[in-house]
């Protein structure tokens, strides 16, 4: 009567989706739950209906103080609340397990409007850093440089991206609000995830920081007008706000799959029926799927991102590099800052989604082959078998959308290519003796754009790129620069 969980035939050995059912009365834990050592008995279902399906998740506090409910959206609200304010992600959330995207909603009317005012600023500032790039009769290095403020806009192009995926999303809190259930059907309390305080320090302090980035890049570089500063300055948020709200999902997959594998182990001191196994199999489970679901809700934003972060880091590490042989200055600052700055995030960007998906599968095996089967019955060594095969059929990695798995390998890969072009770029500074300033600036941009193809390829075509060798032909003479 108490156990809730339909347990599939014998040959089914992998679950991919495992939802919290809800069959008969007093269905609020599992049988072997260590919740019923406190006989707790809470039916948070629906008994006027024929279905037997619960109530609103919103409505199981209420009935028991152990359980409580939005404690993964509770943790990312801080950051959730920047991002709504800015215009991104307008879904509506009324309560648990109920989130939604919705075109009708006021908050994409807010987001909508938001972002076509913000567009027509870009557009105004763009307008203007083209006429200072097809004005540049100077170095090479120096229309680099320009075409730097002109890159630096692109992040515009991810608002309507993640509308386009604002319906993955909601689904994933969803599912996470589910998972939350299935969790305290098995343990008897909810998830304690405890982030709030760091999420809240992160929403405070990355926008400061990022503001404090570019009014220094205004003060340090020539022709940066003041007006210029707002939308480079929200634009500048949105990414950096983007990359805190992957780094406090993957540290929540982190820390929920430490806390289920200690949860788990202890429950294999006092085991008896085999069935407890087949629960905490259930919630591994739910646990590797939301991991997948992750990369798969956000992979077109976060693959255009590292793309963006990637061309960011190559041309202003280049520009730093060429001003450097005429010594540090003061221009010079904006540049270090903005590189620093992006590989920092970069790189926390791929570090938390491989320590993720290691803590959910790696980490999680580890504990399963230390388990002592000896002392078990056969059934319980039987599921435990089961739980070893599903976590090898499982993958839990990050991967957007098939294109590449967000990991350490990536970041390396980037970096790694990254050197290749700046090795391009200081050969073909040297190899030009003369131009002129329209006809160096159609070099950079042919050589931009070989640098788009080449990197989308590369990330595309395996986890770890390879370098490929590029051959950069050399102008002819009639090109060449005056002075």
Same mark, same amino acid.
């Given at each position: 009567?108490?156990?809730?969980?339909?347990?599939?035939?014998?040959?089914?050995?992998?679950?991919?989706?495992?939802?919290?059912?809800?069959?008969?009365?007093?269905?609020?834990?599992?049988?072997?739950?260590?919740?019923?050592?406190?006989?707790?008995?809470?039916?948070?279902?629906?008994?006027?209906?024929?279905?037997?399906?619960?109530?609103?998740? /919103?409505?199981?506090?209420? #009935?028991?103080?152990?359980?409580?409910?939005?404690?993964?959206?509770?943790?990312?609200?801080?950051?959730?609340?920047?991002?709504?304010?800015?215009?991104?992600?307008?879904?509506?959330?009324?309560?648990?397990?109920?989130?939604?995207?919705?075109?009708?909603?006021?908050?994409?009317?807010?987001?909508?409007?938001?972002?076509?005012?913000?567009?027509?600023?870009?557009?105004?500032?763009?307008?203007?850093?083209?006429?200072?790039?097809?004005? #540049?009769?100077?170095?090479?290095?120096?229309?680099?440089?320009?075409?730097?403020?002109?890159?630096?806009?692109?992040?515009?192009?991810?608002?309507?991206?993640?509308?386009?995926?604002?319906?993955?999303?909601?689904?994933?809190?969803?599912?996470?609000?589910?998972?939350?259930?299935?969790?305290?059907?098995?343990? /008897?309390?909810?998830?304690?995830?405890?982030?709030?305080?760091?999420?809240?320090?992160?929403?405070?302090?990355?926008?400061?920081?990022?503001?404090?980035?570019?009014?220094?890049?205004?003060?340090?570089?020539?022709?940066?007008?003041?007006?210029?500063?707002?939308?480079?300055?929200?634009?500048?948020?949105?990414?950096?706000?983007?990359?805190?709200?992957?780094?406090?999902?993957?540290?929540?997959?982190?820390?929920?799959?430490?806390?289920?594998?200690?949860?788990?182990?202890?429950?294999?001191?006092?085991?008896?029926?085999?069935?407890?196994?087949?629960?905490?199999?259930?919630?591994?489970?739910?646990?590797?799927?939301?991991?997948?679901?992750?990369?798969?809700?956000?992979?077109?934003?976060?693959?255009?991102?590292?793309?963006?972060?990637?061309?960011?880091?190559?041309?202003?590490?280049?520009?730093?590099?060429?001003?450097?042989?005429?010594?540090?200055?003061?221009?010079?600052?904006?540049?270090?800052?903005?590189?620093?700055?992006?590989?920092?995030?970069?790189?926390?960007?791929?570090?938390?989604?491989?320590?993720?998906?290691?803590?959910?599968?790696?980490?999680?095996?580890?504990?399963?082959?230390?388990?002592?089967?000896?002392?078990?019955?056969?059934?319980?060594?039987?599921?435990?078998?089961?739980?070893?095969?599903?976590?090898?059929?499982?993958?839990?990695?990050?991967?957007?959308?098939?294109?590449?798995?967000?990991?350490?390998?990536?970041?390396?890969?980037?970096?790694?290519?990254?050197?290749?072009?700046?090795?391009?770029?200081?050969?073909?500074?040297?190899?030009?003796?003369?131009?002129?300033?329209?006809?160096?600036?159609?070099?950079?941009?042919?050589?931009?754009?070989?640098?788009?193809?080449?990197?989308?390829?590369?990330?595309?075509?395996?986890?770890?790129?390879?370098?490929?060798?590029?051959?950069?032909?050399?102008?002819?003479?009639?090109?060449?620069?005056?002075?």
């Amino acid at each position: 009567m108490f156990n809730s969980y339909n347990r599939r035939k014998k040959h089914d050995t992998v679950f991919l989706n495992v939802k919290p059912t809800f069959n008969g009365q007093n269905s609020g834990l599992r049988k072997y739950s260590t919740g019923l050592l406190d006989k707790e008995d809470i039916p948070y279902y629906n008994t006027n209906s024929s279905q037997g399906s619960r109530a609103s998740v /919103g409505t199981i506090t209420t #009935l028991n103080e152990n359980f409580r409910p939005n404690v993964f959206y509770n943790n990312i609200a801080p950051i959730q609340w920047f991002l709504h304010i800015i215009g991104v992600l307008p879904i509506t959330r009324r309560a648990a397990g109920k989130a939604k995207f919705r075109l009708n909603s006021i908050a994409f009317g807010y987001s909508l409007v938001f972002f076509v005012l913000l567009a027509i600023y870009v557009f105004y500032v763009a307008k203007n850093r083209i006429k200072i790039v097809t004005s #540049l009769s100077g170095p090479f290095e120096e229309a680099v440089i320009a075409y730097l403020f002109l890159v630096n806009i692109l992040p515009l192009l991810m608002v309507p991206i993640l509308w386009w995926e604002a319906r993955k999303i909601a689904k994933l809190w969803n599912d996470w609000d589910e998972f939350e259930i299935l969790y305290y059907q098995i343990s /008897g309390h909810s998830v304690p995830l405890n982030l709030f305080r760091k999420t809240t320090m992160i929403a405070v302090v990355l926008p400061v920081l990022s503001i404090l980035s570019v009014v220094i890049t205004h003060i340090t570089m020539a022709d940066f007008q003041f007006i210029q500063v707002i939308p480079y300055c929200i634009l500048d948020n949105l990414t950096a706000m983007l990359g805190a709200w992957w780094f406090i999902i993957c540290e929540s997959l982190s820390m929920t799959a430490n806390i289920l594998g200690e949860r788990f182990q202890r429950a294999l001191r006092h085991i008896g029926p085999a069935a407890m196994v087949a629960d905490y199999r259930a919630l591994w489970l739910r646990l590797s799927k939301l991991t997948r679901d992750i990369g798969n809700a956000t992979c077109y934003t976060f693959t255009f991102l590292n793309l963006y972060l990637f061309f960011i880091i190559t041309l202003s590490v280049y520009g730093l590099m060429s001003q450097l042989s005429e010594g540090f200055g003061i221009k010079d600052i904006g540049l270090a800052i903005t590189a620093i700055w992006n590989v920092f995030l970069l790189f926390y960007i791929c570090d938390k989604a491989h320590y993720a998906s290691f803590n959910v599968r790696t980490n999680f095996q580890k504990k399963l082959l230390m388990v002592e089967l000896n002392w078990m019955n056969s059934d319980a060594q039987t599921e435990i078998n089961m739980f070893i095969r599903a976590t090898e059929m499982n993958p839990s990695n990050i991967n957007c959308g098939g294109f590449f798995d967000v990991n350490r390998n990536l970041f390396k890969g980037l970096l790694t290519t990254m050197v290749t072009y700046l090795v391009v770029l200081l050969q073909f500074q040297i190899s030009i003796p003369s131009d002129s300033g329209k006809q160096m600036n159609v070099s950079v941009a042919e050589l931009v754009t070989d640098m788009f193809v080449e990197t989308t390829e590369l990330t595309s075509t395996s986890t770890t790129p390879t370098i490929k060798t590029t051959t950069t032909k050399m102008p002819p003479s009639a090109r060449g620069r005056k002075g």
